[in-house]
C-alpha cells in the first residue's frame, strides 16, 4: 500500500475491526464488504443500526447501498475526482479541522494546490454523481466524527490506485479524522495473510519490517542475522517478474501457494511467460493451472495441517495450529522451502519447528519483537507491539504519525483516467467482482461440492439495457472479448450494474477472467487495473467451441 | 474497541444466591451468566430479546411474575425462578411444544445440546399426558436444498431465534415467520426452498437454533477441537475446529476472537472439505515426457537444487503466498535473497 506508506508512514489498517461499529459515519469505497469481508459488513450495519451515517461509492449497485444514507454510484475508476471533489467542498465550507492540520500535518499546501485546480463541477462531470450528492457526503463525512475510511481493491486496482489511496488519506488528515477510535483509513486486505507476506518482506524493495533493500544499513543487518551477502538492487514485482520471464531474463521460477495463471491480469501473457520458463516449480495444495505447467510440483500442507501465524487486515497476529496430519507426503511450506535451501548450501535453514522461524523474524522487525508463540496463546496482539511487556496497538498515528518528523504528510493529487476506456469496438467497461462462495481463483473454495452449488459457475452481470442491444437473454451464453483474450460465460441480468458496465468475478478456471482485464501498472504500486477493461459482449455463435 | 464506558454493576439476588451483573442487562441473561439455569427458547445473547417462548418467567418480589429475558435488573432486586405456579406454566408450555414434536432424540443432530430438551428435563414431563395432548402425526416436508444444512419444520419451536440472527446479525433477511395460527412456520419469502432465496448460507441460524430444527449437514461430534484462523479473507475470523481421528468433522466461530466473536460467513464455516479432497497432492511431482510422475522427496530436492542452483541472481523468481502463513513468508524471502541472490520477490497482495 504505497500511498498510506508515503502520507502516514505505514501501509496498514490504522483501527480495528471492532471500531467499526463505533463509528458516527463511514465511507466505504471499492468494496464490496458483504462478499469480500463478510464480517466487516457484519460492523458497518451494526454502526449503521446505532445511527451512524453510511455513504457507499462504487461503480457497481453493491448490496451494502441498501444500507447508506449516501450511495455515490461513481463511474469505474473515477475514485480520485470523487474525493478531489469532497475535499474542495470541505475545503471552501470551512469544515477542516485546522488545529489536526496545524498540529499533526505537514505540507498542507500542496493539497490545497490541487484542490484549487478542482472544482465540485469537474467531479460531477467525471464521476458522474450530481454535485450536490457529493456536497452531502463531504459534509456528512466532516461533520459526523469519528468518521471511518473502509476501502479494498475497487481503489486500489488501477492505474491510479497510489492516487485513489493518497486522495482518501488526505480526506482523513483534512477533517483529523486519524489516530482515533472508529476513524481513519482502513484497507481491508482480500486475502488472509496479505499483512503478514509484506510484514515478512515478501516483496521486491523491502526486507521483513519494511526494512529497503537499497539501504546499506538495513541490509547489514541482515546479512549479519543470516550469514550471507545480498543484493542491494530492488527486486522485479509481480508484473515485472512476469515480462522478464517473456523476454528470457528470468529463467527459473519458484511459486508458492498462488495461481497467476488465474489471477494475474492479462492472464494469456501470465501464462506465455510461465510457459516459457526453463525451470518452475510450483509449490500448492493441487494441480492448480499454474502447477499444470510446471516442471516440478510440491505438495504443500493445508493450513488445518500445520503450526504457524497469519496477520490480518487489522495487523493482528494470530496463531493457526495443526488440527489434523497432513495428506499423504505433503510439508508445511516452510519445511519445503528450507530443505531446498539446505540442499543448495543455505545456512540458517535448520528450524525445527514453525515457533524457531517466528522467533527469528521478531527479533528482526521491531513491530514483531514483543510478540511470542507464548504470548499468542492468550489470543492475537496487533502490531506495532515493540516488547514482551507491550499490549500492541490496536490504533495507530494516535500520538505521532509513523514518518521521521512524527507528522503526517499531504499528498497533491491528481485525477486521471482509466487507462483504457470504452471505445466502438470494445463499448464496455469491465470491473472484476467477488463472490461471497468462492475464494480468489478458487484453488480452495472450487474443491468444495457444497460451494460449487452455491456459486455454480462465472455469470456476466450487466443491465438489462445493454443486454437488449446484443441482445442476449438472462442465462444465455455469451463471449466476452477485450483487446488481450476472451472467454464465454452466462449473461445474469442486473440492474446493480448501470448500463456500459458489466462485472465478473475471477473463481472460475473453466472462465478465466483475468484474460481479458488489462495489466497497465499504476506507476508507484505496480498493481494491474483489472477494475477496468474496455470489451465486447457478443453472443456465442452455435458450434463454435469456448476458449 | 467499544466505545461504550464500563457499565456499572448492579446487586440482586437470584433465588438464594447473591449475584452481580452489568447495568442494562436482562434478569435472564444476569442468571445465566452466573450458572443459575431459567428455562428458555427464544434467548440467545447475541441478540435482542424477544420474549415469545414465555419459559423465563421469574417471580420479581413485589412485582409478580415477569418475562426475564425482557426485564432489567435492578439494585436490590429478589427474583425467584421457580413458583409452583411458574413451574405449571411452563410444563404446560413444553408439553406442548413436544406434542407435535418428533420423538426421534437419539437420531437427531442437536442430541444432548438441544434447548428444548434441557427446559423439558427441567420442568419434567408426564408422559401419559404428553400422549393424550400429541394433536395430529403432522409430518411436513424438509428442505434438504441447501447443501450445507437441512432444514426441519416439525423440530421448529418458532423462537425466531434464526429469523432474528439472519435480519440482524448476517443482515440477509432471508427468512420469517410466514402463515398464522397452528400453520405458523419459518420460511422464505414466497415459501421457495431456502437454497432459492436471498439466503446467503453463513449458517449463523443453524449455529443458533435451539433445537434440531436447523441442523448441519455431514457434521459429527468431534472428539477434540483445535483454536486456529480461517484459511480465507484477510478479516482472519477466529474458528474452532472439529475434530475427529484425522479428520475435520464441524467447524464453529471462535466466541472469544475479538474480529469475528463467534460469527462466520459461507466460507469459513463450510468451506474446509478442500482439505481432504481427493485432488490433493499427496507426492513430488516430476514432469517427464510432459507427464506427471511421482518420486520421492530426496529426488525432488535434488531436482529443485539442480534446477535453481544454476540460475540465481537476477535468472531466478519467488512468488510467496499471501495464503500461507508469516514463517512461510519469512523463509521464502529469506531463501531468495539469502541463497539464491535475488530480490525478484514478491506475492499476490497487489492482485
Ligand atoms: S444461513 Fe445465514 S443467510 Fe441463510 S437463512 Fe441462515 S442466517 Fe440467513
Ligand atoms: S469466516 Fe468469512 S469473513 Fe471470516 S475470515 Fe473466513 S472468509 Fe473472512
Known sequence: ?547 | MDDRPPAKRIRLTIDSASIEAAEGSTVLAAALENGIYVPHLCHHPDLEPAGVCRLCLVDLAGKGIVVSCKTPVAEGMAVRTETPEIASIRRVIIELLLANHPWDCLSCGRNTDCKLQQAARHAGVDESRLKRLRRTDRVLPLDRSNPFFTRDPNKCVLCGVCVRTCASIQGTGAIDFIRRGFDTAVGTLGGKPIAESSCESCGECAARCPTGALSIKESEVPAREVKTVCPYCGCGCGVVLGVRMDRIVGVRGDRENPVNRGRLCVKGRFGHAFVRHKDRLRMPLLKRNGKFEEISWDDALDAAAAGFGMRRGDAFALLASAKSANEDAYAAQKFARSVMGSNNVDHCARL
Open chain 1, 1 to 547: 500500500m504505497a500511498g498510506l506508506a508515503a502520507t502516514f508512514g505505514s501501509g496498514a489498517m490504522t483501527n480495528p475491526i471492532s471500531d467499526v461499529a463505533g463509528a458516527r459515519c463511514l465511507f466505504v469505497i471499492g468494496s464490496n464488504t458483504t462478499q469480500a469481508h463478510p464480517i466487516v459488513a457484519h460492523e458497518i450495519r451494526e454502526a449503521v443500526r446505532r445511527g451512524a451515517a453510511l455513504i457507499v461509492a462504487n461503480p457497481k449497485r453493491i448490496d451494502l447501498a441498501r444500507h447508506a444514507s449516501i450511495f455515490l454510484q461513481i463511474k469505474p475508476g473515477t475514485d480520485a475526482a470523487l474525493i478531489l471533489g469532497m475535499m474542495r467542498v470541505i475545503a471552501d465550507e470551512g469544515l477542516k479541522d485546522t488545529d489536526f492540520i496545524n498540529r499533526r500535518c505537514e505540507g498542507y499546501e500542496k493539497l490545497a494546490e490541487s484542490l484549487a485546480a478542482f472544482s465540485l463541477e469537474e467531479a460531477a462531470r467525471i464521476t458522474g454523481v450530481p454535485g450536490r450528492q457529493i456536497a452531502d457526503a463531504a459534509r456528512l463525512y466532516a461533520s459526523m466524527k469519528p468518521a471511518s475510511i473502509l476501502y479494498a481493491m475497487g481503489v486500489t486496482q488501477h492505474t491510479c490506485g497510489t492516487d485513489n489511496v493518497l486522495a482518501l488519506s488526505d480526506l482523513a488528515l483534512l477533517t483529523g479524522n486519524v489516530g482515533k477510535p472508529s476513524s481513519g483509513v482502513n484497507p481491508l486486505r482480500g486475502q488472509n495473510n496479505v499483512q503478514g507476506a509484506c510484514d515478512m518482506g515478501a516483496l521486491p524493495n523491502v526486507l521483513p519490517g519494511y526494512r529497503r533493500v537499497d539501504d546499506p544499513e538495513a541490509r547489514r543487518i541482515f546479512e549479519a542475522a543470516w550469514e550471507c551477502d545480498m543484493p542491494g538492487k530492488p527486486g522485479l514485482t509481480h508484473a515485472e517478474i512476469f515480462d522478464a520471464a517473456l523476454a528470457g531474463k528470468i529463467k527459473a521460477m519458484y511459486v508458492i501457494g498462488e495461481n497467476p495463471v488465474l489471477s494475474e491480469a492479462d492472464a494469456n501473457h501470465a501464462k506465455k511467460a510461465l510457459e516459457s520458463l526453463e525451470f518452475l516449480v510450483v509449490q500448492d495444495l493441487t494441480i492448480t493451472e499454474t502447477a499444470k505447467l510446471a516442471h516440478l510440483v510440491l505438495p504443500a500442507a493445508a493450513n488445518a495441517e500445520r503450526d504457524g501465524t497469519f496477520t490480518n487486515t487489522e495487523r493482528r497476529i494470530q496463531r493457526i495450529r495443526a488440527a489434523v496430519p497432513p495428506q499423504g507426503q505433503a510439508k508445511p511450506d516452510w519445511r519445503i522451502t528450507c530443505m531446498i535451501a539446505e540442499k543448495l548450501g543455505g545456512r540458517g535453514f535448520g528450524y525445527g519447528e514453525a515457533r524457531e522461524i517466528f522467533d527469528e523474524a521478531a527479533s528482526l522487525i521491531p513491530a514483531y519483537a514483543g510478540v511470542s508463540y507464548e504470548r499468542l496463546e492468550a489470543g492475537g496482539i496487533q502490531w506495532p507491539c515493540p516488547a514482551k511487556d507491550h499490549p500492541g496497538t490496536p490504533i495507530l498515528h494516535v500520538e505521532r504519525f509513523s514518518r521521521p518528523n512524527g507528522k503526517a504528510a499531504f499528498a497533491a493529487v491528481r485525477y486521471r483516467p482509466p487507462a483504457e476506456t470504452p471505445d466502438s469496438e470494445y463499448p464496455l467497461v469491465l470491473t472484476t467482482d467477488r463472490s461471497i462462495f468462492h475464494f480468489h481463483t478458487g484453488t480452495m473454495t472450487r474443491k468444495s461440492d457444497g460451494l460449487n452449488l452455491l456459486g455454480r459457475e462465472e455469470a456476466v452481470v450487466m443491465n438489462p439495457a445493454d443486454a437488449a442491444r446484443i441482445p442476449a437473454a438472462d442465462g444465455e451464453m455469451v463471449r466476452v472479448s477485450s483487446r488481450r483474450g476472451e472467454v464465454q460465460a452466462r449473461v445474469k441480468l442486473s440492474d446493480t450494474c448501470p448500463a456500459g458496465l458489466v462485472s465478473m468475478t475471477f473463481h472460475f478456471a473453466e472462465a478465466p477472467t483475468n484474460v481479458l482485464t488489462n495489466s497497465a501498472l499504476d506507476p508507484v504500486a505496480k498493481i494491474p487495473e483489472t477494475k477496468v477493461c474496455a470489451v465486447r459482449v457478443e453472443r456465442t455463435q452455435p458450434g463454435r467451441a469456448g476458449t
